[in-house]
């Protein structure tokens, strides 16, 4: 019933819904500024930035697993996995695990001997799946982030 | 007084020994399983995994950073910065910022709109720094890393 493919171009606007229904997902739908051409060319252009599966059931897409390179200066390389995503009616049946698995072997094919990522930290589910695959949880460490305006400042500081 | 250069091949082995200086602050020295040899060819060969700064002192290196493309679905195209370090005797010149300053040029000179990292919580004066410069703290997000055994077990179970 279930399939773990490798998304092409053709995808670009399912992996766009998909990444909107996560966001939802998330509290956040008005966060997601990028569009199917975005993703068609940031991701299946000439210097691909991204890889995805898309998990389907019974040839209905039901999810996907967003990821690209990491580079760790204790570990080496590793693989960094930005979304992981399997709609509501379809979970309990092990689909986020099989999706996690697609970009285990992918890591293993590289000789990356890690997958790095985030979880909000009121998603139970998800970090209970998590641990129970083993994983640890980076607690000390704070994630940051500089957009925008303070962004810019910083450009032109020592210009 | 202060320059910011772009690493080359040349700097392996310092930028090994600068790496593990840091993980020594961070009190974790066992942590660091690359080598020079690693930085060479992950960094500085056919297709390099991460770009480094150098900051110089009156010629002495006194400290760098660490960085590599990091795509978000919400934001498109960015940067991450795995390691920013500045030895200790060189700290409150601006030598940090500057290097920062170095990557948010690359950020803008490549239209990647965002820097991301993480800091660790107890490291006050990097987190003021950070929140001077008007980063946000993604607090809500937790780190999570699958190495190892638990790798191994994933990769086999949908064999």
Chains 1, 2 share one sequence.
């Not at 998990?55 to 996907?64: C, N, R, Y």
């Not at 589910?125 to 695959?133: D, E, I, K, N």
Request: net charge negative; with cysteine.
């Amino acid at each position: 019933m279930l399939t773990i493919r490798p998304a092409t171009i053709a995808d670009a606007a399912l992996i766009k819904t998909l990444i909107t229904e996560l966001a939802e997902y998330e509290s956040e739908p008005d966060q997601v500024r990028i569009t199917a051409v975005d993703i068609a060319r940031d991701g299946f252009g000439a210097e691909p930035q991204f890889r995805v599966l898309v998990a389907e059931w019974s040839s209905e897409p039901v999810g996907f697993v967003l990821f690209f390179h990491y580079y760790s200066t204790w570990r080496g390389a590793g693989l960094y996995l930005e979304d992981l995503f399997v709609r509501p009616e379809f979970r309990r049946r092990g689909i986020g695990t099989s999706l996690l698995a697609g970009v285990a072997r992918a890591a293993e094919g590289e000789n990356r001997t890690f997958v790095r990522w985030t979880v909000l930290d009121w998603n139970a589910c998800a970090v209970g799946m998590y641990r129970a695959l083993g994983a640890d949880f980076l607690d000390e460490w704070r994630t940051v982030l500089l957009a925008g305006e303070g962004l810019k400042k910083l450009v032109a500081r020592d210009g």
